[in-house]
């Protein structure tokens, strides 16, 4: 789990956007819950704490919750690029015997590869509203 040290910026209903400072780890994150800004970071938490604007507290991130979206971004259009290809080339061109088969592996490898960021786009959507993929603050600091 990371956690992190900010202040709160704004509160709507139970989620509340935390100004962090910015570090170097946050150049090659790819979570997509930052909004990057000159002084810091913001993050969009849930705010189990009740928290009010100006306090400083503790937000927690679940590296699980990380490592989850990163396989899925990362690791779904790789493996549907391969799965559509092996498809193309291997059923399609039984199918179709009279085209090419490595243009049949390449069309539904692409084919599969723009499919795989619909389901991406869809699953994020999903996964953005369930608290337990989001960053929570756990605690006010004084």
């Known amino acids: 789990m990371v956690e992190e040290i900010g202040v709160v910026k704004s509160v709507q209903g139970m989620s509340a956007m935390v100004q962090i400072p910015k570090k170097s ?13 000159d002084q810091g970071m913001e993050i969009e938490a849930f705010n189990e704490v009740g928290a009010k604007v100006g306090q ?55 084919a599969a590869f723009i499919l795989s960021f619909v389901i991406v786009k869809f699953w994020t959507g999903r996964a953005s509203r369930k608290t337990e993929s989001r960053p929570v603050i756990e605690e006010i600091l004084n």
């Open 25 to 37: 780890a946050c150049e090659g994150c790819t979570m997509g819950i930052c909004k990057p800004e």
């Open 56 to 110: 400083k507290v503790r937000v927690a991130i679940k590296s699980y919750a990380y490592m989850k979206g990163t396989m899925v971004v990362y690791g779904l259009p790789a493996i549907m690029l391969v799965a559509g290809a092996v498809f193309g080339k291997e059923v399609m061109s039984r199918v179709f015997p009279e085209r090419d088969p490595d243009i049949l592996s390449a069309i539904f490898g692409f």
